[in-house]
């Protein structure tokens, strides 16, 4: 079975530019998340999605992010436009059912913001 | 106060030595209790879940929480190389959202 993917594994844009990141998570997990990884600090929440409804977008730094999750499968994180500190790790991770129960991690898309 | 608590390490023990690694927590609701292990550039991988007070044993791996110190740890018995890798202590409190601390390096010398 596969895991949860994303793509791309690395991005190097410039300030002011567009990145969409995109996350496929494990068939059938209805629970999607966002996180990320500034550097030296922790991995931090970002949003929920349950299918294609946000759940709790509680994390979202601002405006310049918008999740997507058309149809509930895979899910996009769009950053427009990007700012130098945006940049870090973002990681996608999947559950199957909601409440407790356990998440597993996508390896992360690297944004670079120059 | 940091929600969840980490000594960065890098913590240190030769091969076949128990490492310990510690985690404590600010907020009394939290209910769920994960460890993942990360190896550099890679994901997080999950490793382990306690959810009430006590042990929990799987394999080399033991989770211990204690809810009236808000504090949980994780044993791994025999410890070898391929067990040096970050290990990231989160907590839930009740919803699905994971609070994580910065991690503890740990490193295992031959």
């Known amino acids: 079975e596969a895991g949860v993917t994303q793509f791309p594994s690395h991005s190097v844009i410039e300030k002011g530019q567009t990145v969409t990141l995109r996350c496929d998570p494990i068939?059938?997990?209805?629970?999607l998340y966002w996180y990320r990884r500034v550097m030296g600090k922790e991995i931090k929440f970002l949003l929920h999605?349950?299918?294609?409804?946000?759940?709790?977008e509680s994390g979202m730094p601002n405006n310049r992010f918008l999740a997507e999750r058309t149809g509930g499968t895979y899910s996009t994180l769009k950053v427009q436009p990007a700012e130098l500190e945006d940049s870090g790790v973002y990681f996608c991770?999947?559950?199957?059912?909601?409440?407790?129960?356990?998440?597993?991690f996508g390896q992360g898309t690297r944004l670079t913001v120059v | 106060q940091k929600e969840v608590e980490q000594n960065s390490g890098p913590l240190s023990v030769p091969e076949g030595a128990i490492a310990s690694l510690n985690c404590t927590y600010s907020?009394?609701?939290?209910?769920?209790f994960f460890w993942y292990r990360q190896y550099s550039g890679k994901s997080p991988e999950l490793i382990m879940s306690?959810?009430?007070?006590g042990d929990k044993e799987d394999g080399r791996f033991t989770a211990q929480l204690n809810k009236a110190s808000q504090y949980v740890s994780l044993l791994i018995r025999d410890s070898q190389p391929s067990d040096s890798a970050t290990y990231l202590c989160?907590?839930?409190?009740?919803?699905?959202?994971?609070?994580f601390g910065t991690g503890t390096q740990l490193k295992v010398e031959l």
């Open positions: 068939s059938g997990h209805d629970n």
């Open positions: 991770a999947s559950s199957l059912q909601t409440g407790v129960t356990e998440a597993f």
């Open positions: 306690i959810y009430s007070n």
């Open positions: 989160a907590v839930t409190g009740g919803g699905n959202k994971l609070t």
């Open positions: 999605f349950v299918k294609e409804s946000k759940q709790d």
């Open positions: 907020d009394r609701v939290s209910q769920s």
